[in-house]
């Protein structure tokens, strides 16, 4: 049932890190899986050696032949192992043609998959643009996390697009600071809140603003394929932002029924 959207609007501040970076740190109900919806094509396939296929254009296809979309993720997900934690995820082809052609099938007949009733299906929407093809899974989306550095330039491009962003999210909109910024969460939390309830009409509380993200590395190099884990990888400053994010986002999410689950990707496979 819950999905989680992660996104962005300006720059490429870290969307499918912090995705692979929730879903290798999550809770152990959460049982999640990692879809890669970016439609300017995937990174996972190259950071972590995975095969071409299965990917996203594999998922839409078999979204349409079966009601259970347990099953699906057994045939179409690959593991990406984090240590001792293996993280199943459904990668995108390095064009992005192709998962622009997906995306469709996924938010329309297929949907189901995008909402498994024994999993959290984190998705990496990438950059977000006018027309883009993942705007119809934000409205799916329980919760939509939108990544921003703190600069004024950053902030400003995200006011612009608030609107679209508030009007598409059928659940929670929370803005995700990441490193590198130079206001805190509070005062971009004021500028946002302010420019809702202003110039949008509508009450201060629809945007959350969380962070922000540490400056960390070491665990981005982890989550990125060019660095092995650690015996303590978890406590890497960046790890402990995104366990605590689990914290922070619970609130949002639908109950997950554990006790429908098939067996994990990697016993499947």
């Given at each position: 049932?819950?999905?989680?959207?992660?996104?962005?609007?300006?720059?490429?501040?870290?969307?499918t890190?912090?995705?692979?970076?929730?879903?290798?740190?999550?809770?152990?109900?959460a049982?999640?899986?990692?879809i890669?919806?970016?439609?300017?094509?995937?990174?996972?396939?190259r950071?972590?050696?995975?095969?071409?296929v299965?990917?996203?254009?594999?998922?839409?296809?078999?979204?349409?032949?079966?009601?259970?979309?347990?099953?699906?993720?057994?045939?179409?997900?690959?593991p990406?192992?984090v240590?001792?934690?293996?993280?199943?995820?459904?990668?995108?082809?390095?064009?992005g043609?192709?998962?622009?052609?997906a995306?469709?099938?996924?938010?329309?007949?297929?949907?189901?998959?995008?909402?498994?009733?024994?999993?959290?299906?984190?998705?990496?929407?990438?950059r977000?643009?006018p027309?883009?093809?993942?705007w119809?899974?934000?409205?799916?989306?329980?919760v939509?996390?939108?990544?921003?550095?703190?600069?004024?330039?950053?902030?400003?491009?995200?006011?612009?697009?608030?609107?679209?962003?508030?009007d598409?999210?059928?659940?929670r909109?929370?803005?995700?600071?990441?490193?590198?910024?130079?206001?805190?969460?509070?005062?971009?939390?004021?500028?946002?809140?302010?420019?809702?309830?202003?110039?949008?009409?509508?009450?201060?509380?629809?945007?959350?603003?969380?962070?922000?993200?540490?400056?960390?590395?070491?665990?981005?190099?982890?989550?990125?394929g060019?660095?092995?884990?650690?015996?303590?990888?978890?406590?890497?400053?960046?790890?402990t932002?995104?366990?605590?994010?689990?914290?922070?986002?619970?609130?949002?999410?639908?109950?997950?029924?554990?006790?429908?689950a098939?067996?994990?990707?990697?016993?499947?496979?």
């Amino acid at each position: 049932m819950p999905l989680v959207a992660v996104t962005y609007v300006k720059g490429r501040p870290g969307a499918t890190t912090t995705a692979l970076g929730l879903a290798a740190v999550a809770p152990e109900w959460a049982r999640p899986v990692v879809i890669e919806c970016d439609q300017a094509g995937g990174d996972l396939v190259r950071r972590h050696e995975l095969a071409a296929v299965p990917s996203v254009v594999d998922l839409a296809a078999a979204a349409r032949g079966t009601a259970d979309p347990r099953e699906v993720f057994a045939a179409v997900a690959q593991p990406v192992t984090v240590r001792e934690v293996t993280v199943p995820v459904v990668a995108a082809p390095a064009g992005g043609a192709q998962t622009r052609a997906a995306l469709p099938e996924l938010t329309g007949g297929g949907r189901a998959v995008l909402t498994a009733p024994d999993r959290v299906v984190v998705a990496d929407c990438g950059r977000l643009g006018p027309g883009s093809p993942v705007w119809p899974l934000l409205r799916l989306a329980d919760v939509v996390l939108v990544l921003v550095r703190a600069t004024a330039a950053d902030v400003a491009h995200l006011r612009e697009h608030l609107g679209d962003l508030v009007d598409a999210g059928a659940g929670r909109l929370v803005v995700l600071l990441g490193a590198g910024g130079v206001y805190p969460a509070a005062e971009v939390a004021d500028v946002l809140s302010a420019h809702v309830e202003q110039e949008l009409a509508r009450e201060r509380r629809v945007v959350d603003v969380l962070g922000p993200l540490p400056d960390d590395p070491r665990a981005a190099a982890v989550l990125g394929g060019d660095l092995i884990a650690g015996r303590w990888w978890r406590r890497l400053p960046l790890m402990t932002a995104y366990a605590q994010l689990w914290d922070d986002l619970l609130p949002y999410l639908p109950t997950v029924t554990p006790q429908l689950a098939v067996e994990d990707v990697e016993e499947a496979s």
